[in-house]
């Protein structure tokens, strides 16, 4: 698992590639996400364009790192969703868990509608 982290005003958007499965990208995933908030980060935009396979425990870590970050006063969002995960989120009813987007820039104002709320 590869996670790249860039700032865009007040979203911190992490850029993941490869497979988020047990043992190889679940711990990274985690230590970015406390990294973060410890950072004071508040806004975390997740782009799984890049993330080819998720199994169990991949998908436990995100809903763990999403309710690390409501804990936290903050807000995870997703983005670039493959269908194949698309499809997973919805089998495993946390569609509804998670706000996801088709593209960044759509995502990018779902932040500033809160901020302006």
Do not use: W
Not at 29 to 55: C, E, F, H, P, W
Not at 91 to 99: A, G, H, N, Q, Y
């Amino acid at each position: 698992m590869k996670i790249e982290e860039r700032p865009v005003g007040s979203v911190v958007v992490l850029d993941l590639a490869g497979r988020l499965v047990a043992g190889e990208g679940v711990g990274q995933l985690k230590d970015k996400i406390n990294s973060l908030i410890l950072q004071g980060t508040r806004q975390i935009l997740m782009n799984l364009a890049g993330v080819s396979y998720i199994d169990s425990n991949g998908l436990g870590e995100l809903v763990a790192a999403h309710t690390t970050m409501v804990r936290n006063e903050g807000q995870i969002k997703l983005v670039n969703l493959t269908t194949r995960v698309q499809d997973l989120l919805a089998i495993c009813r946390l569609s509804t868990v998670f706000e996801t987007f088709d593209s960044e820039a759509d995502a990018l104002r779902s932040y500033e509608d809160v901020i302006a709320g």
